[in-house]
């Protein structure tokens, strides 16, 4: 029983060792978009990132929770825009710690998708949506760390 006691908690300790010690992406945290009107959680996917919007300063529109309204498929335009995945696929680069690129970001208020990259600057993410794969051809939007 003892030799049970003493494996069973030398590998709880090694878990919770693992545990500690595994480093969470400095992206993935809660932000603010560039307008402060909505709060968007990033986290981690397998080896890319994705956002969702968690919080909106104005959750309602006439009385009712806001959807997605301007999405070009009719069929999404209903759900709720609380919990919406608006940034996907976002990879972090091997060479630059602090760059991210070949993602997509939907604009909710606009009901377009964007090729994006992302630059973490501090406190801020510097996120880039453009078109036709040429980042000239966008505009970016810097979202500010919320806690």
Known sequence: MRIFRLALSLVLFCIVSIAVHAEKDPFCKIWYNQEKDAKLEVYQVGNSFEAKIIWLKEPNENGKPKV????????????????????????????????????????????????CHLTLKGNTAELRGFVLGMSFLGRTSVWTQAD
């Open 68 to 115: 997605d309204k301007n999405n070009p498929d009719e069929k999404l335009r209903s759900r709720p825009a609380l919990g919406m995945v608006i940034l996907r696929g976002l990879v972090k680069s091997k060479d630059e710690p602090n760059y991210y690129d070949n993602g997509k970001v939907y604009d909710p208020k606009n009901g377009k998708t964007y090729d």
